[in-house]
Every structure is written in structure tokens, then in C-alpha cells.
T-cell receptor, first 113, second 114 residues
Framework: ELKVEQNPLFLSMQEGKNYTIYCNYS?????LYWYRQDPGKSLESLFV?????AVKQEGRLMASLDTKARLSTLHITAAVHDLSATYFC?????????????FGKGTKLTVNP | DGGITQSPKYLFRKEGQNVTLSCEQNLNHDAMYWYRQDPGQGLRLIYY???????QKGDIAEGYSVSREKKESFPLTVTSAQKNPTAFYLC?????????????FGPGTRLTVL
């Protein structure tokens, strides 16, 4: 059974600082997705990582995937208040045809002035 | 505009009552999904459907039922058998392939038991 673990679950950081969120998963997969959720809102797709070594960047966020280590990272550079949200990683848990995603519990990020 | 709509936004249920949550998409996606989110938790899969007239149970299907009579629609019924239904319900859709299954989410329905 595929398990997905994110850490930390809570992250409070100052504006301008850098930090990394980690997403570990338990079985082989080379398809991983990052989502953002604002309080009371739905999930918004951030990054799609589909191969070992994949790296995607958007503004102050950069995501990478290491399928051999079963690890994805979401790096935050020079954080700003607008990045405050909960970030989820999700791993494709199917063999062959894609069906189900298994989500981590999320990392609640608070960026303080 | 293409997208996923869910209604209602807020729903209140009395004990012993069945309620139905609506999910509609005009993205021409084949697959649709229902997730439940509890406070401070990740998403848990309730049901999913890859084609019309077919659906599979997810990890927490007990107390829920679905139908998929049209490609665009995937309603979820929360039955009285679901003892703790208060949660945020999210519908998603995708066009899965062997190598790709990015899911897109609707705005959600917040269900509260009175």
C-alpha cells in the first residue's frame, strides 16, 4: 500500500528566508504532483513531475523529484506572505494505467513579516 | 470557461437524512473523483469513476454512494449510514493516461451535520 509522508506538517518562517518541504513515498512511482490550498478553498495545481530528476520552477517555488530515493522536495526561496497556504504532494499509486492519487497530509506554511 | 462546479457550497444535514452533492465538469475529462477532507488532514478518496456507468470504491466508501450516468456529472450521496459526515468534500476530474494523471479540483462543498 502506497504511503505518502510530508514534513514538516507545520512551518512558520520569516519573509525573505529559504526553506524546503519534503515529500517521501513508499512504493515505486515516477509521477508526483504538488498542490496549494488556501484556507477554506479548493486545491490548485502547482507542479507536475513525471520523471526522475524532473525540476520545475514557478516564481519563488521550485519542485524536484528523485524517484530512486522516493523523494520530492518543494523549495521556497525568499518567502513572501502571499505564499502562506497549505501545500500537498500527491503520488500516483497505480500500476500501469493511472487511476488514483495518494495525498500527503499537507504542510501548513505561514510566512511572517 | 472550462471547469468543475460543485453545489451547494454549504450544506446542512439532519440525522437520518440522505443528502446529495453535485459535481459537474465541462473539461471533457473521462475520470472523476470524490475526496473527503477533514480539518488539518489530507484528502481521502471516497469513490472514483473512469468511464460512464462504472465506478470504484476508494478508501472510505462506506456510507456513501455515487452514480455516473453522464460523462459530465458525478453526484455523491451521503447516506444516513455515514455516521460522521461533517467534512469538506472535493470533486476532481482528469484524463488519465499511462504516464499522467493530473487532477483538477472543484471549489468544494462544506457539509455540516446538525
Amino acid at each position: 500500500e502506497l504511503k505518502v509522508e510530508q514534513n514538516p506538517l507545520f512551518l512558520s518562517m520569516q519573509e525573505g528566508k529559504n526553506y524546503t518541504i519534503y515529500c517521501n513515498y513508499s512504493t515505486t512511482s515516477d509521477r508526483l504532483y504538488w498542490y496549494r490550498q488556501d484556507p477554506g478553498k479548493s486545491l490548485e495545481s502547482l507542479f507536475v513531475l513525471l520523471s526522475n530528476g524532473a525540476v520545475k520552477q514557478e516564481g519563488r517555488l521550485m519542485a524536484s523529484l528523485d524517484t530512486k530515493a522516493r523523494l520530492s522536495t518543494l523549495h521556497i526561496t525568499a518567502a513572501v506572505h502571499d505564499l502562506s497556504a497549505t501545500y500537498f504532494c500527491a503520488v500516483d499509486g497505480s500500476q500501469g494505467g493511472s487511476e488514483k492519487l495518494v495525498f500527503g497530509k499537507g504542510t501548513k506554511l505561514t510566512v511572517n513579516p | 470557461d472550462g471547469g468543475i462546479t460543485q453545489s451547494p457550497k454549504y450544506l446542512f444535514r439532519k440525522e437520518g437524512q440522505n443528502v446529495t452533492l453535485s459535481c459537474e465538469q465541462n473539461l471533457n475529462h473521462d475520470a472523476m473523483y470524490w475526496y473527503r477532507q477533514d480539518p488539518g488532514q489530507g484528502l481521502r478518496l471516497i469513490y472514483y469513476s473512469q468511464i460512464v456507468n462504472d465506478f470504484q470504491k476508494g478508501d472510505i466508501a462506506e456510507g456513501y454512494s455515487v452514480s455516473r450516468e453522464k460523462k459530465e456529472s458525478f453526484p455523491l450521496t451521503v447516506t444516513s449510514a455515514q455516521k460522521n459526515p461533517t467534512a469538506f468534500y472535493l470533486c476532481a476530474s482528469s484524463t488519465p493516461s499511462v504516464s499522467y494523471n493530473e487532477q483538477f479540483f472543484g471549489p468544494g462543498t462544506r457539509l455540516t451535520v446538525l
